[in-house]
Nanobody, 123 residues
Framework: QVQLVESGGRPVQAGGYLRLSCAAS?????MGWFRQAPGKEREGVAT???????DYADSVKGRFTISQDSIKYTLHLQMNSLKPADTALYYC????????????????????WGQGTQVTVSS
């Protein structure tokens, strides 16, 4: 059974940092972090391919870093210089079969999702 369990979300002040983690039951072709703010559509934040290729949303480039512990199948998202605009429910996702560019895959096509972890950034 596929399991993705996120942790690490909490309230933080602007300019602060957080490290999100996603405990996975295995490693897949594509893994990624997505977020959804109230009233907005879910959007991709960062993805990592099995070969190590990473991609980021323009809004987080230079501030967020995605990484994966290949031994423990844990996905991380280091978030620095947080802004109020980063406030959202953050989801971990995995796609076992996609061999193309992970970031370009529409979020609705990703197979497995965690329950989400809330990040709230106050000004």
């Amino acid at each position: 059974q596929v399991q993705l369990v996120e942790s690490g979300g909490r309230p933080v002040q602007a300019g602060g940092y957080l490290r999100l983690s996603c405990a996975a039951s295995a490693s897949w072709s594509c893994m990624g972090w997505f977020r959804q703010a109230p009233g907005k559509e879910r959007e991709g934040v960062a993805t990592i391919h099995f070969d190590g290729t990473t991609d980021y949303a323009d809004s987080v480039k230079g501030r967020f870093t995605i990484s994966q512990d290949s031994i423990k199948y844990t996905l991380h998202l280091q978030m620095n210089s947080l802004k109020p605009a980063d406030t959202a429910l953050y989801y971990c996702a995995a796609d076992p079969a996609w061999s193309g560019d992970c970031y370009s895959r529409p979020w609705r096509a990703w197979h497995y999702w965690g329950q989400g972890t809330q990040v709230t950034v106050s000004s």
